[in-house]
């Protein structure tokens, strides 16, 4: 019993990493232009609302757009000189395999 609990605690914690989703972070801007001018920014309001996504995770994405921010040295303004905006798509893939196998292990099934 105490091997079983040596070779299982592994193999869950493999599967579980196994089983995050992988998430893809782009950004476009303009390379030529001279960020060291600009001081404030704010968020494009129409870009934000039109993100399909809940809004907890906008909430989650624009707060850890403003810590950057700040930490860059910007400050979030009224009248800014940077408009920031946010464009999300998401693509769920869902894997199902359904056979009946022969062996030892656990569950119930056909042998």
Do not use: H
Request: contains cysteine.
């Amino acid at each position: 019993m105490k091997k079983l609990k040596i070779i299982a605690v592994p193999i869950l914690f493999i599967l579980f990493l196994s089983s995050c989703a992988s998430v893809n972070v782009l950004s476009d801007y303009d390379r030529q232009t001279d960020f060291t001018a600009y001081k404030s920014y704010a968020f494009y309001k129409t870009g934000i609302d039109r993100a399909q996504i809940s809004d907890l995770d906008k909430k989650r994405i624009l707060r850890a757009i403003e810590t950057e921010m700040d930490s860059l040295g910007f400050i979030k303004s009224d009248e800014p000189d940077l408009l920031i905006s946010i464009f999300t798509n998401e693509r769920v893939e869902v894997d199902v395999y359904n056979g009946w196998g022969y062996g030892y292990g656990w569950g119930w099934g056909w042998g």
